[in-house]
């Protein structure tokens, strides 16, 4: 089975290296195991905070449940479909096989990442009562539980596709990737929807109308709201991450094979085993004093101690195993002196790693309280709604030019490094780059995933009236949490980014490869002084706008019967004095309902657009099609996380007290800024890192059928058109207002007109 | 002098076009005289009207009169430097001259098309006591006049450069292209960050502080208000089209001549001449009945005329010009069955009126109050501030995808009618495009100008007491105005991207010239395959971005400053109980100094970026970096016109009495739309028109010297040195507030904390 393993061009030494990352692969998932244990062994406090704990969970599983139920048989229907885009037997089963692995693999990390972090929530809530750095060390540790099956899964399936096919490993990853994509697509959309949908419509009726605290347990919409902070921030984050680690390692490997041979393959997965034990160490370092100002330094301090643990293994292996003898003479910078040396591959992963630092610290610095960015969107709110808006957008445009800049700049370092080689050699230089930059993938969820559950253990605390010192603790873990979650979307962001851009170039590679050209000839068909290269990257600069309005939408639409629902259990009195439990489930069905139905429109519009475009305006069309998507979807994604962010922590500035603080009109002004930044930054934006993978990753895979099909034939058309059709009807339909909401709606006009 | 006119290449008929041509351009410049003398003719109306309306006159000219001043060394520098651009001597003379002339020309239709907008108000305002038909005449032909001019002026100034220069005109012809695009960078930002600073200031301190209504003779803003629209509706948008204008005419003439010779430049100069006496013919026909309902109804028939005559005259004269006796057999629907008969050029500009008149309806459908989106966010008023807000920022997503379609749609077009020959021949196909779709250049400026010139009447209206009658009938012509005003926005937009695109492929013709290649070897060079292409690209997206920041805030600041001083002047209890006139110089000089203050940033900006890129990054990235802020422009311009334009008219919706109606909670949310609305649409987004044309413009000036230097040497790397220091200072510097700004906000932070 294990082919490769018997070729003779492999030495007993990468023999040996190979097994050696499937059993780093299996510690990883061994070490989230051993967590696991840990925090499913601490006190689960009262009953009744196991109660809605328990609410939580049910809640989380009926959403992630209905959802797997709904796109199974779809997953099955492509992984048939699959079999047939492939030619040879073996590759057709390998590749239909390693799709089910792919979205398998992708869906549990989201939902065992979940159910953990829902049973974590109420041992951090226990531990509050009795220690700070308890709570703190179980919130950051369930959050690893979720970072380390990534890491461990990742690697897993990639090394173990390699070994199995080796040389023809290419055509099954695609596969594999293609699996994940779609999988984080569906969980980050849906779950995007529903966090944003409940949120909304419980703050809309519980804080605005009714002026009753958020988790008020008398809120109906309370549940579906902490449900909402799993299935969201932690099943979708978790799953988008999950497809950039894995589409890197994909074009990594598929850019190594065909620039360096094996070596270009094995040296990717050496460098994400050496990811994964840096997480181990930097992770497991994360504890703190009693004070709550040290958590963050304690969090920061594991991130430097795994980038460190990064950087000396990379350089490490890389001196030791890059040794091309047959190449001639390189600069001394290449070589360090050593004959055959070639550190290249090493320098760019360290570009990654900067980069990831470097986005960090952008992200920081435009949604972090006390920087310029964020006062500035405050100092607005003293003067109204209107100007609180304003600068968050002038915040958010600004924002996203800085962080292009630097990704443009370590595409650079990446050309710098391989001026004068093989554009292949570059392109596996971003590739490698983008290896670099999600080596930390376990220390990054940790903080993420820290966010929801630290959020969701003070909703428990409040709902069960928790004393009052637990009740600081907790608060100050959910402020710790909302910004090491917000850091995190930067990365997430970036990482697609150039996980798109490895993706591109491996759809240039393999148009060559198709159309039986070199990589030379293929060059000219994709200029930009191509009208229909232009023309499709005209289109495909629109696609994130129209996706990001479907999904805004979709937003408003699920809150509006969601505030319908909890308005009309407030009616009953017994519930509004507490003396009766509101119908959570109720809400927490509509929710999910709701949040399917949204997912299909932004779904298809994913699917369908690149094929149009690709068989109506063909290759090169497609070409500027995805240039052009992953232009305007990175400028508009971190556009909207950070105009997001920087309202959301106004708010918080002016909560704490400054420009009059709570209930002061700058207060007003601020909300308003954050219920606007909300649907961007948690649902629009982050829904913009898989589509923008998805996009790339259909095109890989239809690009075989384009090529056949360039001339055009009936059965192509009639499909084309089907797609078309399709589509208009899905915009079309995504506008309408659902009869519900009109309905509601009609009685609110008849009401205040009368 | 006239060279070519002794010419023996050129026929006796074509001398005799080229004259006729020239007469042509005279008789619209004739045409706005004429308009001109029959408007001022018309009664003045009263001592007060006349006082008010002369107040505004003096504070526009005061505006105008500054900036004209404040450039005026800086065009004399680039004047001279320009001069050294060019090689041969009289060729160098002549792109300063035409440079300036450019500038001038540009100016000019700024500063008279807005002193008779300022002189015509007044008029409209009397008329209105007696006759809605009049009034609407008035305020139309007010509008004609600046129409007029530009067709007039665009037309004399490449006529008269392609009749001295002939073959070289083009080397000339960039200088004419570069003085009017400077200009209306300067006037349409400056105009823009005027008109918003004043109307921001105006309304939060008269509507929403004081309560009393817009254009209140007692706030001291009032005449400022005035004055912007005159400065930023007016003279900018003037400006701006008359830009596109000249860009597409230049860059037609460019391609034209390297695909079919002399027969490729006169015949865009015939079908302008055309568009000019359509436009006449259409604008004439303007008139109505007493009722307001049939004032749309009379402009869109004008419209529809003119655009019939254009279409009629474009085929006749396509039909006798078009003959190349040389060419092979031409397909029938080329030919039209006539031996030597190619009406491709023909067809191109249909698509062109047809690429006008879909935008008009997009533009439409997406601002007026009637229809769904305008309906979807005045609906959300009703859910406050934050849903008016979300569904706007939907709406405006959604609409730029639909504008985007439709570009590349036309660009299609030109693709198939022009499939299978020559790239140029599809370059110039587009460029054609452009010019069909300016060809109504002189209705859209009617059009366009009538919208502040009714604001302004009503606002006389409202300033002197007009009696009920009379200020319905301004009311009603306010209204038209503004949907007018709106419509056009969509063209100013979207010829900005159709002209950009053609200095974009003039820009790739070019490099082939100066590198001595020929353009087939050009095409892989700007390849998106090609690393450097592809970070060109990354920079040149984040540009509007940074530059929409820029303004948004450069409003803010400016407003900031409006707000105090109305404050202050409204503490003096005299001007209060309206017994003391306000000091209104003082405001509209603020207005001035902080519009010109503001400029430089985005300004700099608009010129050095691209040189930055240029030099360091080389030629190819500056490919790309073109490419992409064409693509990130046109989205963001249309999201910001759009979803300001839906915000606009929902609150005129509420205001109709909606949803409870004016005072009402909904009225407020829309009201806080409106704010928002007001800096995207009136100024980041139309300053984004001429930010992508001067810096396609900036690069194919510089090219030759980018060329010249790719090996860099070390006087262009301190130039640039200088420059991304300059940069860097402007981008840190616009992001403080200024002194004042912050003196004035730490006073208020001492009140609401005391």
Known sequence: MFSVMADPNFSIWERTALWSVLGVAILGLLYAVF??????????????????????????????SRQ?????????????????????QHIAVGRACAFLMGSIFSASVGFIGMNLAVQGNV???????????????IAYRTGTITGMLTDGLGLLGGTLIFMVYGEQAY???????????????????GGGIYTKAADVGADLVGKLERNIPEDDPRNAATIADNVGDNVGDCAGMAADIFESYEVTIVSAMILGWASFGHKGVIFPLLVRAVGVVSSIVGTYLVRTSEQARAAMRAIHLGYAVSALVSIAGFCLIGFYYLRFPEAGPLPGWVSLGVAGLDMRPVWT??????????????????????KPPVQFVARATQTGHATTIINGIAVGLESSVWAILVIALAVFGSFLIYQGTNPTYIAYGVAMCGIGMLTLTGNNISMDVFGPVADNANGIGEMVHLEKKARQTLTDLDACGNTTKAITKGIAIGSAVIAAVSLFNAYITDIAKLTGK??????????????????????????????????IRAVGRAAFLIVQEVRA????????????????????????????????????????????????????????????????????????????????NA????????????GSDAHKASITGDTVGDPLKDTAGPALNPLIKVMNMVALLALPFIVRHEEGNLFIWLVVLAGVVTLSIVVYRSKQESPEVLKWQSAIEHVSSA
């Open 349 to 370: 992963t360290l570009v990654g790693i900067a980069l990831a630092v470097s986005i960090n610290y952008l992200t920081d610095y435009c949604t972090a309280p006390e």
């Open 123 to 137: 041992r951090v809530a226990a531990a509050s009562r009795t220690s700070f750095a308890e709570a703190l060390k």
């Open 651 to 662: 708010k918080k500035f002016v909560e704490d007290g400054h420009y009059g603080g709570k």
């Open 171 to 189: 055509e099954v990853l695609l596969g594999f990737g293609f699996g994940g994509t779609l999988l984080a697509l569906f969980m980050r959309v």
């Open 68 to 88: 797997f139920r709904a796109i199974a048989l779809l997953i099955l229907v492509l992984a048939a479909l699959l079999y047939f885009t492939a030619g040879e």
């Open 518 to 551: 070199t990589y030379g000839e293929i060059v000219p068909l994709l200029s930009i002084s191509e009208p229909m290269v232009f023309i499709g990257f005209l289109i495909g600069g629109a696609v994130p706008f129209l996706f990001s309005s479907m999904t």
């Open 569 to 648: 259990q407030f009616k009953d009195k017994a519930i509004w004095e507490g003396t009766k439990t509101p119908d959570y489930a109720r809400v927490v069905g509509i929710c999910t309902t709701e949040a399917q139905r949204e997912l299909i429109g932004p779904g298809l519009l994913a699917v369908l657009a690149p094929l149009i475009v690709g068989f109506v305006l063909h290759k090169e069309a497609l070409g500027g099609f995805l240039a052009g998507i992953i232009l305007s979807g990175q400028l508009l994604a971190v556009f909207m996380a950070n105009a997001g962010g920087a309202w959301d």
């Open 35 to 64: 967590l696991s244990v840990e925090v499913l062994g601490k006190d689960q406090g009262t009953d009744a905070m196991r109660r809605v704990s328990r609410a939580i969970r049910i809640g989380a599983n009926a959403y992630l």
